[in-house]
């Protein structure tokens, strides 16, 4: 069974992002904000840059890490993001595939535009 599996049973479809991201992360045990290149993780984030959009509750496959944060598929977005370690609130949630798979059709995502 999923870690996810029960938020998945309780899914209406008008869920707020917000609140879908706490019952996601309440089910997840919370790591480090360091994360490793092929594993996948949830996490929330806040960008520094201004006058850029941004998700601020990312489902990543992490592909680079590096000194100052990491590169990785973003799945809301469907591309390649990047990552600052400041700007990760907290630590990084890892999911296994299985959750993958769930978590990729829950609509948890936040884009917000920074300014």
């Not at 520094?48 to 509750?57: C, E, V």
């Not at 390649?80 to 400041?86: D, G, H, I, K, S």
Request: charged share 20%; glycine share 8%.
């Amino acid at each position: 069974m999923s870690r996810i599996d029960p938020i998945m049973k309780r899914f209406i479809g008008n869920e707020n992002a917000d609140d879908l991201a706490t019952d996601i992360l309440e089910v997840l045990t919370e790591g480090s904000n360091v994360p490793e290149a092929g594993n996948y993780y949830v996490f929330v984030y806040n960008a520094k840059t201004p006058g850029i959009a941004y998700d601020s509750h990312p489902l990543v496959a992490v592909t680079d890490v590096f000194q100052w944060g990491f590169k990785g598929l973003n799945y809301h977005w469907g591309e390649m993001r990047q990552y600052t370690f400041p700007e990760v609130v907290g630590g990084l949630y890892q999911v296994d595939e299985m959750e993958l798979r769930d978590l990729r059709t829950l609509p948890f995502v936040k884009i917000i535009l920074n300014s």
